[in-house]
């Protein structure tokens, strides 16, 4: 069964600072691993999307590596501001299940001090 | 392009009455799913639809859940009658295609709070 865990499951740092959010999965037989931003009260917002063939994907500051062999995704943020501060949580759709069946982690909540 | 739209925001009950969810998805986008958010977890998949199809409900609780997709676009999401342990946010999303095959990011709206009590 496919787990996925997310580590630490809550960081506060200035404002400034690069920093590294994990995510581990259990079972590396995945079509694709998804990070997601929520904020307070809100819906989740895709960050970005990487294919099991792909290493990594870069949006603006965001950075996520995949490495499917150690069951290993990070999401790096550069020069992180308040407006950062939410919950990241990271998914994996894995084989065997249905095209939606998203598994995800319990999140990272992360504040940015100014 | 407008978001997924949901409705109502919140919702507050007493056990073993009866509620409904309201989604309506980007436009255009013809994979819809509903996902259940208890506190502090990640959300889990309840039903997807392709269309106006389901493509997947085992994690529906049927005895109590149903959905519908009116004509491939709307849908729908009943709880009769609702428990405790159905507190939580419930998540519409849609994508373009299925997430799967096309690798198609899903799109949230910001979900339906349900408090039983």
């Known amino acids: 069964k496919q787990e996925v865990t997310q580590i630490p499951a809550a960081l506060s740092v200035p404002e400034g600072e690069n920093l590294v959010l994990n995510c581990s999965f259990t079972?590396?037989?995945?079509?694709?691993l998804q990070w997601f931003r929520q904020d307070p009260g809100k819906g989740l917002t895709s960050l970005l999307l990487?294919?099991?063939?792909?290493r990594e994907q870069t949006s603006g500051r965001l950075n996520a590596s995949l490495d499917k062999s150690s069951g290993r995704s990070t999401l790096y943020i550069a020069a992180s501001q308040p407006g950062d501060s939410a919950t990241y949580l990271c998914?994996?759709?894995?084989?065997?299940?249905?095209?939606?069946?998203?598994?995800f982690g319990k999140g990272t909540k992360l504040s940015v001090k100014p | 392009e407008a978001g997924v739209a949901q409705s109502p925001r919140y919702k507050i009950i007493e056990k073993r009455q009866s509620v409904a969810f309201w989604c309506n998805p980007i436009?255009?986008?013809?994979?819809l799913y509903w996902y259940q958010q208890i506190l502090g977890q990640g959300p889990k998949l309840l039903i997807q639809?392709?269309?106006?199809?389901?493509?997947?409900d085992s994690q529906l609780p049927k005895d109590r859940f149903s959905a519908e997709r009116l004509k491939g676009v709307d849908s729908t999401l009943k709880i009769q009658p609702a428990k405790l342990e159905d507190s939580a946010v419930y998540l519409c999303?849609?994508?373009?295609?299925?997430?799967?095959?096309?690798?198609?990011?899903?799109?949230f709206g910001n979900g339906t709070r349900l408090t039983v009590t």
């Open positions: 079972d590396s037989a995945i079509y694709n």
């Open positions: 639809f392709q269309n106006n199809g389901v493509v997947d």
């Open positions: 999303a849609s994508s373009l295609r299925p997430q799967r095959s096309y690798n198609s990011p899903l799109h």
């Open positions: 998914a994996v759709n894995p084989y065997g299940g249905s095209q939606g069946n998203l598994i």
């Open positions: 436009s255009g986008h013809a994979t």
């Open positions: 990487i294919q099991s063939s792909q």
